[in-house]
């Protein structure tokens, strides 16, 4: 069965604040994990993307990747007003050939 | 400039009326895929394509059919549309992973097509 779980949200953080946005997922064996953001009726756009344990870092931007516990996590630094917007998480789930998506968290930064 | 570009944006139109949105690439991505997006749903994929001449089934296919005949356009046709296949759709396609296990999804912009 193909699971990629988000909490929808929305998660609302003030400007200035860490947003940490969480991601779980059905097979341990997966391989590839990406977080998209997409802003209202515009296409996702990709943020980051992670394949090993740990963390990796671009910017404000942090993913993290724990395989034994299936989940994966997306920190943003010192968020801003222009980070409000939805975050999708995708998962090459092991077995099959297309990436599954969380249905999103919607994030809003307040000024 | 990478894209991948769908037509039309915006389309309305009648139960039954055979319409076609298309989608071309010009990456040189052996694979595409269309979604649609609902409100509560998620983004669900309704078909995929590895290759020319390849084409699979997503989650949600019923009602739609697509056809690759080239490498760099994927179409998605609706025979017969209903008013539940009102919806945004996106089409992507996927990068090789230069090495890594999958590549990243590139999105068209989007077509959102109401069916009355």
């Known amino acids: 069965q193909k699971e990629v779980e988000q909490n929808s949200g929305p998660l609302s953080v003030p400007e200035g604040a860490i947003a940490s946005l969480n991601c779980t997922y059905s097979?341990?064996?997966?391989?590839?994990f990406f977080w998209y953001r997409q802003y209202s009726g515009k296409s996702p756009e990709l943020i980051m993307f992670?394949?090993?344990?740990g963390d990796k870092e671009d910017g404000r931007f942090t993913a993290q990747l724990n395989k034994a516990s299936q989940y994966v996590s997306l920190l943003i630094r010192d968020s801003q007003p222009s980070d409000s917007a939805t975050y999708l998480c995708?998962?090459?789930?092991?077995?099959?050939?297309?990436?599954?998506f969380g249905k999103g968290t919607m994030l809003l930064v307040s000024p | 400039e990478a894209q991948v570009t769908q037509n039309p944006r915006y389309l309305i139109t009648v139960t039954g009326k055979k319409l076609t949105v298309t989608c071309s690439q010009n990456?040189?991505?052996?694979?595409m895929s269309w979604y649609r997006q609902d409100p509560g749903l998620g983004l669900r994929q309704i078909y995929y394509?590895?290759?020319?001449?390849?084409?699979d089934k997503g989650d949600v296919p019923e009602g739609y059919k697509v056809s690759r005949k080239e490498k760099r356009n994927f179409p998605l046709i609706l025979e017969s549309p209903s008013p539940n296949q009102t919806s945004l759709y996106f089409c992507?396609?996927?990068?090789?992973?230069?090495?890594?296990?999958?590549?990243?999804?590139?999105f068209g912009e989007g077509s959102r097509l109401t069916v009355l």
């Open positions: 992507a396609s996927r990068s090789p992973g230069a090495g890594r296990p999958t590549g990243e999804l590139f």
């Open positions: 097979d341990r064996g997966s391989q590839s």
């Open positions: 992670i394949y090993s344990n």
């Open positions: 995708a998962v090459n789930l092991s077995g099959y050939s297309t990436l599954t």
């Open positions: 990456m040189n991505h052996e694979y």
């Open positions: 394509s590895m290759n020319v001449e390849v084409t």
